[in-house]
């Protein structure tokens, strides 16, 4: 079993930063992609930031410029820092892994989420 916990969520104002993390825990042979996705009240989760293991990344047209995904292999980690903070970034971020498990079957893992609101 694969477990992923999420950190750093918080309250912030308008301009400020956040600092996300997310670390992979259990049993499993790799850990192919993570990212951050995010959902608001009434919205559908949407992709933040990706990242492969080689440290390709991709972005939301919306956060590009303001949020950076990177990761730590040997921690099993991934980390999202999010400068220039608005209001419309609130919302619970998730923590997403594609992982390989040691029966060598591709499963995707998600966290629980952790809250960030901006308030303007």
């Known amino acids: 079993q694969v477990q992923l916990v999420e950190s750093g969520g918080g309250l912030v104002q308008a301009g400020g930063s956040l600092r996300l993390s997310c670390t992979a825990s259990?049993?499993?042979?790799?850990?192919?992609?993570m990212g951050w996705y995010r959902q608001a009240p009434g919205n559908q989760r949407e992709l933040v930031a990706s990242?492969?293991?080689?440290?390709?990344?991709n972005y939301a047209a919306s956060v590009k410029d303001r949020f950076t995904i990177s990761r730590d292999n040997a921690k099993n980690s991934v980390y999202l820092q999010m400068n220039s903070l608005r209001p419309e970034d609130t919302a619970v971020y998730y923590c997403?892994?594609?992982?390989?498990?040691?029966?060598?079957?591709?499963?995707?893992?998600w966290g629980p989420g952790t809250q960030v609101t901006v308030s303007s």
């Open positions: 997403n892994a594609g992982v390989l498990t040691t029966s060598l079957a591709g499963n995707v893992y």
């Open positions: 259990g049993s499993f042979f790799s850990i192919n992609a």
């Open positions: 990242i492969t293991s080689g440290g390709n990344t």
